[in-house]
Structure formats: structure tokens, C-alpha cells
Nanobody, 124 residues
Framework: QAQLVESGGGLVQAGGSLRLSCAAS????????MGWFRQAPGKEREFVAA????????TYADSVKGRFTISRDNAKITVYLEMNSLKPEDTAIYYC?????????????????WGQGTQVTVSS
């Protein structure tokens, strides 16, 4: 069964760092584009970062550019989100996503697979 499982969330002070991981089960995910979204309380889910299946192309939301880095290990079928210089406004549930079409990260309703989410809380 295809599944995405996130880990690495937690509580951190502003200016700190966290590394999220998303382990994908199912060999098909090796050729899926992977990404991260987040949803803060009372807000819609929003795009954070995406990485194509080759690991060659990345896209970031303007709000995280220069602070967050997405990467993947295809041997482990795992995608990571390194988050630095965290701000209280980064507080949200972070969701891993997988999709065969890279441009689908612009259309959240087209994403094929979602993880269950991991909470990130940044205190001021």
C-alpha cells in the first residue's frame, strides 16, 4: 500500500532549526515528484517546497526561500525538509506530498498522495 509517513516535527524557538523527513513506501515513489505543504490553524493548506523525481529541479514558496531546503534520497525513498531560521509564522502542520506531475504542486487538489502530517511549533 502506497504510504507517506512524516517525522521530525516538534517545538523549537525562533531562529532555530528542524529537519523533517518523509518516508515513502512503494517503489513507484522513486519516480514521483515530492513536496511539502503546511497548514496553520484557521488557514488553508499552502505550498512550501517541491523537488522533481531526479532531484534536479526545486521550487520554493517565497516565504521560505533561503531558509528551507528540500532534498531526497531515492535509495531510501525519503524526502527531507531542512528548516533554518524558523519564525513563529512557520508554525503549522507540515504535510508530505507525492505526485507524478511536477506542475500539480501549483494545484493542490491534484496531488495524488498525502502524508498524515507532523506538527511544527515555533515559539517567539
Amino acid at each position: 500500500q502506497a504510504q507517506l509517513v512524516e517525522s521530525g516535527g516538534g517545538l523549537v524557538q525562533a531562529g532555530g532549526s528542524l529537519r523533517l523527513s518523509c518516508a515513502a513506501s512503494g517503489r513507484a515513489f522513486r519516480t514521483y515528484n515530492m513536496g511539502w505543504f503546511r497548514q496553520a490553524p484557521g488557514k488553508e493548506r499552502e505550498f512550501v517546497a517541491a523537488l522533481d523525481w531526479r532531484g534536479e529541479s526545486t521550487t520554493y514558496a517565497d516565504s521560505v526561500k533561503g531558509r528551507f531546503t528540500i532534498s531526497r534520497d531515492n535509495a531510501k525513498i525519503t524526502v527531507y525538509l531542512e528548516m533554518n531560521s524558523l519564525k513563529p509564522e512557520d508554525t503549522a502542520i507540515y504535510y508530505c506530498a507525492a505526485d507524478p506531475v511536477y506542475s500539480d504542486y501549483e494545484r493542490i487538489e491534484h496531488i495524488d498522495y498525502w502524508g498524515q502530517g507532523t506538527q511544527v511549533t515555533v515559539s517567539s
